[in-house]
């Protein structure tokens, strides 16, 4: 005989108003964030998962920065560049309730107004990446298997190791030590989120060179792949380009950075190298792989860093409150950085002269990278120096 069971005496949870998410507002049911406003009609997803992930007191984080510096600095501070947006000198607001500060338009500084117009950010990277590695490498196998790599000639072959496997270092110095110290240093994250993309497309190209360097080295032979490292160190043709991106990598302000990178020496010597030099001469050479590695380095940044790249600086030079100051400040890096460019870029001269099958003049390639240099100047609202005239 079953006994009967007695209700137990328990206390019922009771939900009042005080709950977190009881209280309805407006647009309690959207499924949207709608503390920014987006750069088009409709936001994005990258605005989603990007723009204002990370927090700023002079917005809407109520209580001060979360973490900071041994020296009491906190965050993200605006002085880790020279450049200035709208509010820079305004004072951290007065906090009240809820979100901003009192006595502040929205958004609280010009910064947050900056969108990467390739809209990157994890997932993007991870495919894109991860797309030109598969292509490269079945670019790769296939030369192998048809024998390719039999027909260049030692000229080529010598060039190849020394002078191509010579640019990784520029590649893996710039992305480790230059974009990847700027990404930390950027004030909101969506500079930060560009700035990490641009770095993760360096580091890939070097280690595409790499690896295309240990594939040679096992098919072509007498292919030394420890010579880059002695033209690296040694080479008199190299040590311009060596100097200058070693000096990069010791650039404090985080927007100087980008900016010497990316306006003024990948345009001046990196394109000079990768697309009047390489590209021009390979085919020509019997090398119809190594264009492919060169040429989705140039994609990377002729479609997608410098792109974002003109997004990020544009606004600066014709800021409400220091389009004056940013443009003179501007104007002084170009001053300081395409003279050095220049003499690096001439420095690799010799180079034009090495394969058997030789590429268009080295002055004509010099002269085309000036004119899109200026181009690139023009569309910024800045003055090309005069060192590019000489």
Known sequence: MSTPTTARSVPKPVFTDAEAGAREFPDSQLRRFNYFNP????????????????PDPRHYLAQGWLYGFADGQGGYP???????????????????????????????????EFR?????????LYRYNANVVRQLNQNIEAARQAGAFEQWNRNWTNFVAHHVGAWMHVD????????????????????????????MHRIRA????????????????????????ATWNSDPAWQGVREVAEQLTGIWDWAEAVFAANVVFEPLVGELFRSNL????????????????VGAAEYDFSERDLRYT??????????????????GLMQQWLADWVPRCLHAARTLQPLWSQPDAKPPRFEDGLDRVKSRFGGIVADLGLQAPKELNQ
């Not at 750069?39 to 990370?54: C, G, I, L, M, P």
């Not at 709208?86 to 910064?111: F, I, L, N, Q």
């Open 78 to 112: 605006l002085d880790w560049t020279k450049l200035k947006a709208w509010g820079s000198d305004r004072p951290v607001p007065e906090r009240g309730p809820g979100s901003g500060g009192r006595g502040y338009d929205w958004p609280a500084h010009g910064w947050h």
């Open 39 to 54: 750069a088009k009609r409709k936001q994005s997803h990258y605005e989603d998962v990007t723009v204002e992930v990370q």
């Open 172 to 199: 893996h110095g710039l992305g480790l030590y230059l974009f990847a110290n700027a990404n930390r240093r950027g004030p909101t994250n969506m500079h930060n989120t560009a700035i990490a993309v641009n770095s």
């Open 310 to 327: 003109r997004a990020m600086f544009q606004p600066l030079t014709e800021d409400r409150e220091f389009a004056e100051h940013n443009r």
């Open 206 to 229: 070097a280690q595409d060179l790499a690896l295309y360097n240990l594939t040679l080295t096992e098919e072509v032979e007498g292919f030394d792949g420890t010579a880059h490292l």
């Open 116 to 124: 990467d117009p390739n809209e990157e950010w994890e997932l993007t």
């Open 278 to 293: 390489v590209q021009q001469a390979a085919p020509a050479n019997g090398d119809f792989v190594t264009p492919t590695l």
